[in-house]
């Protein structure tokens, strides 16, 4: 439940996401934060103008990276760890990790392959890298090969328990990683999801959630207002 910057009195509103609509790594926690009722105060971090990169920001995240998350005098950056402090502070809040020892590993290898195999592989910054280097039919390609060899993965791995959702029938850990990505592929890569029978059906699965449908990027409030139609 995000609040813009002086919606709300600071002191109702203890923790603060600094963001950026379209980032998958931000599109997580957000999911975290609405699935366990948290409020927080939506910071908008425009990385297009490269507001990441300034000095107030490099205090926060010397990576000049989103997000980061600020509960106090806590100042968390990576979506993981942010993900985990959240868990281990709300643990009654809708729960992020099964108690079963091995659905727990499970959601966290699915988020790995994410974290580590994929997003890394198609991030705003290693588009920009390559900008000088390859053409952009060439960069679209880098991003759907490593975004596709990540799927088939994600695709056996979870065959085998994936139920309404990626280990089961309720929402933990490895969904809030799936949902951005898979959102990305559809929209920004245009992949052929058919290939991805499991992925698909659980992506339909996030669509009916309100968590994380008011996540989306197109309605955060830095969203321009044509990413709406």
Avoid at 138 to 166: C, I, N, P
């Amino acid at each position: 439940m995000a609040s813009v910057s002086g919606e709300k009195k600071e002191s109702e509103l203890k923790l603060k996401l600094y963001s950026y609509w379209t980032s998958s790594c931000s599109f997580r926690v957000r999911i975290a934060l609405n699935l366990k009722g948290l409020n927080y105060e939506y910071k908008a971090v425009d990385l297009l103008k490269g507001e990441q990169l300034s000095p107030e920001f490099a205090k926060l995240n010397p990576v000049g990276y989103v997000p980061v998350l600020v509960d106090g005098d806590l100042v968390l950056s990576d979506s993981f760890a942010i993900l985990l402090y959240l868990e281990e502070k709300y643990p009654h809040h809708h729960p992020l990790l099964p108690q079963d020892l091995h659905k727990k590993a499970v959601n966290f290898q699915a988020a790995n392959i994410v974290s580590s195999s994929i997003q890394p592989l198609q991030n705003r910054a290693t588009l920009k890298y390559m900008e000088a280097k390859f053409s952009p039919d060439e960069q679209l390609a880098f991003s759907k090969h490593h975004t596709e060899k990540g799927f088939v993965a994600l695709e056996r791995l979870l065959k085998d328990y994936a139920g309404r959702f990626a280990t089961g029938d309720e929402v933990f850990l490895a969904d809030l990683f799936l949902a951005p990505q898979i959102d990305l592929a559809i929209k920004a890569f245009r992949m052929d999801m058919t290939q991805f029978p499991v992925l698909s059906r659980l992506n339909e699965a996030y669509n009916e959630i309100p968590a994380f449908q008011d996540a989306m990027p197109e309605k955060q409030p830095d969203a321009p207002l044509t990413s709406a139609s």
